[in-house]
């Protein structure tokens, strides 16, 4: 086998990317690259199609709410398939945000609804009520991780998420609000398609997470070469000081 590649396909980078959310994937390039894992990042927006076997990770950043009505029609038209192939031979999807709630059936706003791909049962809905918004950290367990961790970062929706019965949340809420802000839940996690509601951006603030990622979106059989990440632990700290945490 040759060396690995994280092949990463970012979806609608032009349009979801509120709170610099693109930084995720440049903490992505940059650990590849420190550990000489090769990666690719190819992106997909308006009218593009995906190829399902041609990534290991599809990436959604957020976005407002006008931006994601621009998106959302055409994901559901060019992208809705081959999203559901992909994860179903095991790629990892991550959507933040905006894009979170795309993954669902539909974001709900007063008297108009735009469309999610279903990849997970969840929906989500603009109810009356201030928007959620405030530093945030939620307590996880990962497959092949021993123990619980704590991802940190930043929320600011006004939607609230509601998962079907069938769906278990990314995290319990420990600082925040979460899904819907009453629910003491945050974000969703079927098998490797990942949805929360944390921007930061999301990965350079929890580095940890970024490694799982990769070695689950590249089936890296053996643990990752450790890194100097004394950088990455004061802006985990950081965040986690700002949660109160
Ligand atoms: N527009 C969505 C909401 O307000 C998502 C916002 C975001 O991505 N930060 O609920």
Redesign the pocket.
């Known amino acids: 086998m040759g060396d690995p590649t994280l092949r990463v396909c970012a979806l609608y980078p032009d349009l979801l990317n ?1 709170y610099a959310d693109r930084g995720n994937l440049l903490l992505l390039e940059r650990r590849c690259a420190w550990r000489g894992i090769g990666f690719e990042v190819t992106s997909a927006s308006l009218g593009d199609g995906l190829d399902p076997g041609a990534h290991d990770l599809f990436y959604i950043g ?4 006008r931006d ?1 009505r621009l998106c959302a029609q055409d994901m559901v038209d060019t992208k809705r398939d081959a999203l559901h192939a992909a994860a179903d031979r095991g790629a990892v999807v991550l959507a933040v ?2 894009g979170y ?1 795309l993954l669902g059936h539909a974001y709900e706003l007063e008297d108009e609804r735009i469309p999610g791909v279903g990849l997970v049962d969840l929906h989500t809905v ?1 109810e009356a009520g201030p928007r959620l918004i405030g530093n945030v950290a939620i307590e996880l367990e990962l497959p092949g991780i021993d123990g619980p961790r704590v991802l940190a970062g930043f929320e ?4 609230r998420t509601h998962l079907g019965a069938g769906e278990r949340p990314l995290g319990r809420v420990l600082r925040g609000h979460g899904n819907t802000g009453a629910s003491a839940f945050e974000g969703v996690r079927r098998g490797n398609v990942i949805g929360t509601y944390l ?1 930061g951006p999301l990965l350079p603030k929890n580095a940890w997470f970024a490694d799982w990622l990769i070695a689950t979106a590249t089936g890296a059989a053996e643990a990752l070469e450790p890194l100097d990440d004394r950088l990455e632990d004061a802006a985990h700290a950081g965040a986690r000081r700002a949660a109160g945490v």
């Open positions: 509120i957020g976005g407002q709410d994601q945000c905006g709630q603009r600011n929706h006004a939607g921007h």
